[in-house]
């Protein structure tokens, strides 16, 4: 009996194991037949990807632009481009790439032409500039900086107004060298630490949740106004003097140094007037005492001493950050007084700067692991691709309009500005940059569209290209009406603290306010530093094209 029954288990046991030898080692997934309809084609994402294509055979087939054929094309071309941009057909990033194989398809330049665009001092720069943002990330540099601007700001006792002016600076000193969106993504927690220590929003009183909007949308406001004060902190700012460089190479570049010395007032002012407006908007009498419970100098300073010491690590990349400030601001300092480029016979831009102290962090060590060094390559799979692709495809373009002639047909399509008054054209530059930029999610795509169109309507004009680019690309940063204009709003969005309406109320006299700065300054300080004052003088120096 017992033996029968153990005969059967083992019967049992073989033929289960039998089925189990039969079983995947993986699990399987039923796969559902699809049937294809054509149903499914008739979408909007598949209109806006055949859209691209189709404009751009209309007008290889039916418009005539009285020039070369290859201005024809071209325009095909930015139409093509322009309209992915747009409607985000395919990824942007996927987009910027097109012009690699749409410039040698249209007979506008070949492969190797085009390709060069994508890579140049320029790029360099930008290269360099985020490895070092990335270090900075990895040993939260940005953060111990955060709170110890914010504690000294804090004020004793509690001072509402000081502490967001303290926020403010700090956004906007970290946001100068970094990109915005980085800044932006890097200091919102600083914010939202600060905000863990108020009650949760729905226990909140009305001076205290005012405070708590105020908080985040100082973020998401002087992070932008922070990153027009330099080069490398947007962008925008490396697409316009890339550009610059491609449509008139001829011409004096933009370096480091001369951007900073317009750029850092116009940007210092205009956080100032920000700080004003959120100040009269959220801050009201009374808000220091409610406030003074939670927050106070001794909690950041607790938070502060918690980070410990600064490490090795910490010390040696704020030493390198140091070091690219002052290589890039001594480089070239004014033409009577030359930099120390002027060894190198001018050899070295701003991007050689950049790599050079980037491949420094490659070497030093950090002296938290034997052999581990300040950083790896796999910390730079992080490194904006996307960027760096889209600012390839602005400069292809700007090359290709000059190549192909179209810049002369646009030169004679704008005529009839030729008398407008400057002062009354700026500022209308201005706003309609900054309306484009709040419906392009990527400010970057929106300077890429407007500043060949200025360059050529300043020609046009008689004036300084230069009058126009700067404020219509700064302009293109003005994104800040919609929750999508930029991925830092969306950023702010998503801490849960503002809705549309903050924005709303803030950024649209923020963007005024800005328009009225730059129409301001453009004039007046950008000349003095551009060299822009006599602009007859430059256009006879740099003939205006035309056939």
């Known amino acids: 009996m017992t033996g029968g029954e153990h005969s059967e288990a083992s019967v049992s046991d073989d033929s289960n194991s039998n089925n189990n030898l039969k079983v995947p080692l993986l699990p399987l997934q039923r796969t559902h037949t699809n049937l294809f309809t054509f149903k499914s084609l008739f979408t909007l994402s598949n209109f806006y990807i055949l859209l691209g294509p189709l404009l751009s055979l209309l007008i290889c087939l039916f418009v005539n632009l009285d020039a070369p054929k290859a201005s024809r094309n071209m325009l095909a071309v930015i139409a093509w481009v322009f309209t992915w941009w747009v409607t985000s057909a395919l990824p942007l990033p996927v987009t ?55 504690s000294v700001f804090c004020g004793e006792p509690l001072n509402p107004a000081l502490l967001l002016l303290g926020l403010c600076a700090t956004s906007f000193f970290v946001s100068m060298w970094m990109h915005n969106v980085a800044a932006a993504v890097m200091l919102m927690p600083v914010a939202t630490g600060l905000l863990q220590r108020l009650p949760p929003p729905s226990e909140q009183s009305e001076l205290v949740n005012k405070f708590s909007r105020a908080v985040v949308l100082t973020v998401v406001y002087a992070v932008p106004i922070g990153g027009m004060s330099t080069l490398t902190g947007t962008g925008v700012n490396l697409i316009l003097v890339g550009m610059w460089k491609s449509l008139e190479p001829g011409a004096k570049p933009i370096s480091f140094n001369t951007w900073f010395f317009y750029a850092f007032p116009v940007a210092f002012v205009f956080v100032i007037c920000f700080w004003c407006i959120l100040c009269l908007i959220y801050l009201r009498k009374g808000s220091a005492t409610a406030l003074s419970s939670y927050l106070s100098k001794a909690h950041l300073k607790r938070e502060l001493e918690a980070l410990g010491p600064m490490s090795f690590a910490e010390k040696m990349v704020l030493s390198v950050f140091g070091l690219l400030i002052i290589l890039w601001m001594t480089r070239r300092i004014t033409d009577d007084i030359p930099g120390w480029g002027a060894f190198f016979h001018g050899l070295v831009g701003d991007g050689s700067v950049s790599v050079m102290v980037a491949v420094l962090l490659f070497i030093i060590p950090n002296r938290k692991q034997e052999g581990e060094k300040l950083m790896d390559w796999n910390e730079c799979k992080k490194l904006p691709w996307n960027l760096i692709l889209l600012l390839g495809a602005g400069f292809a373009l700007a090359d290709g309009v000059q190549a192909s002639g179209l810049a002369d047909v646009l030169s004679r399509a704008i005529d009839f500005l030729e008398d407008a008054p400057y002062l009354a054209i700026v500022p209308a530059v201005t706003l309609i940059s900054s309306i484009i930029t709040e419906f392009i999610t990527s400010n970057d795509a929106t300077a890429t569209l407007i500043i060949p169109l200025l360059y050529h309507i300043a020609r046009t004009m008689h004036v300084h290209p230069l009058l126009l680019m700067i404020p219509g690309a700064m302009a293109s940063e003005f994104a800040f009406l919609l929750p999508t204009s930029t991925p830092s709003n969306v950023v702010a969005f998503a801490t849960g603290h503002i809705e549309i309406r903050d924005t709303l109320k803030v950024g649209l006299p923020l963007k005024l306010t800005g328009i009225a700065v730059l129409s301001v300054f453009m004039p007046s300080l950008g000349a003095l530093v551009f060299g822009t004052n006599d602009g007859v003088q430059w256009m006879q120096s740099t003939p205006l094209l035309r056939n």
């Open 96 to 150: 910027s790439m097109c012009p690699l194989f749409l410039f040698p398809l249209f007979g506008i330049a070949s492969a190797d032409t085009v390709a060069h665009s994508y890579m140049d001092d320029v790029i360099t720069l930008v290269l360099g500039s985020f490895i070092l943002a990335l270090a900075v990330e990895r040993y939260n540099v940005h953060r111990r900086l955060a709170l110890t601007v914010t």
